[in-house]
């Protein structure tokens, strides 16, 4: 493929990056075939290091089409860093706006110019226990949806061995191998031309990361669990859990300052029966 509006600041960033990544991970990378030569589009990416970032964009800087990913509009205002980031394209979300679509209007834009904007549609590092990919934000769908440019879906799997989510020291010895495979364009077709309601954003979401996890399962050589992790689901479970854990201290606080008083705990109902 050609290689195409890289310009200064992102070769700056591969001469700077490339060797350390080059020596720290070895490569196992498929599917450059399914990233478009022309015309913009969206690739759809897990997310699971701190370190893949890098280790992703190295694999597309490789293709000839560089990723422009999306960060917070305020990163872009701060000395170097910001120069960094406007020189290399990346992409400004205004969170601010009240309007959900006005909040992409910029990976719109790089979309309908022919770039290819990399969405991590986790929105953060994965939070299940396996490294699978949790359940999705609906923003590259939103994208995809308005433009209907090609969602290539893409699976990593290797930077999280290197450096693990959330921990502080890499694990360098033995040489880990970053493995990335990017599969053919998500068929969404059926979603377009109807009102982008929340329904539709989440179905549109669930196909997109469902084929993320496919191509995961085809890195990793194992099924995917059943029903993707869902932090939001996780956090008022383990809100419950906590609300029921304090009643029952409660309740035990209570009960014990009756026998000091000398007489009887009141009987507890059980949660969810009658009178």
């Known amino acids: 493929m050609p290689r195409r509006r890289i310009g200064f600041w992102y070769r700056f960033a591969a001469v700077i990056c490339k060797p350390p ?13 399914n990233i478009p030569a022309d015309g913009g589009f969206i690739t759809a990416v897990n997310h699971n290091s701190h370190v893949d970032p890098f280790a992703y964009a190295h694999y597309q800087y490789n293709t000839g089409r560089v990723p422009r990913f999306l960060a917070k509009s305020g990163l872009f205002k701060q000395g170097f860093v910001g120069a960094a980031m ?11 706006s009240t309007d959900a ?10 979309v309908e110019r022919g770039e290819c904007v990399a969405f991590y549609p986790e929105g953060t590092l994965t939070r ?4 699978w990919p949790m359940t999705g934000k609906t923003g590259a769908a939103r994208v995809a949806l308005q433009t209907k440019c090609p969602v290539i879906p893409v699976a990593q799997w290797g930077a999280n061995e290197l450096l693990p989510p959330y921990a502080k020291k890499p694990s360098l010895f033995p040489r880990k191998t970053h ?3 990017a599969g053919p364009p998500v068929d969404l077709s059926r979603f377009y031309d109807r009102e982008m309601t929340p329904e539709l954003l989440k179905e549109a979401t669930e196909v997109i990361m469902a084929a993320i996890t496919r191509q995961l399962e085809q890195i990793r050589g194992e099924k995917a669990p059943a029903v993707p992790y869902d932090p939001r689901r996780e956090r008022i479970e383990q809100r419950r859990r906590t609300e029921a854990q304090n009643r029952v201290r409660n309740q035990g606080g209570t009960a014990a300052a009756v026998r000091e008083e000398g007489g009887s705990a009141p009987a507890v109902q059980e949660e969810g029966q009658g009178t």
Do not use: C, N
Request: charge should be neutral.
């Open 21 to 33: 990544l080059v020596v720290l991970i070895k490569r196992d990378w498929r599917g450059m075939e």
């Open 86 to 96: 406007r020189g290399t394209g990346q992409i400004p979300v205004y969170r601010e």
């Open 101 to 110: 679509l006005s909040a992409f209007r910029a990976a719109i834009d790089a």
């Open 128 to 131: 299940d226990p396996d490294g």
């Open 179 to 181: 493995h990335v495979l």
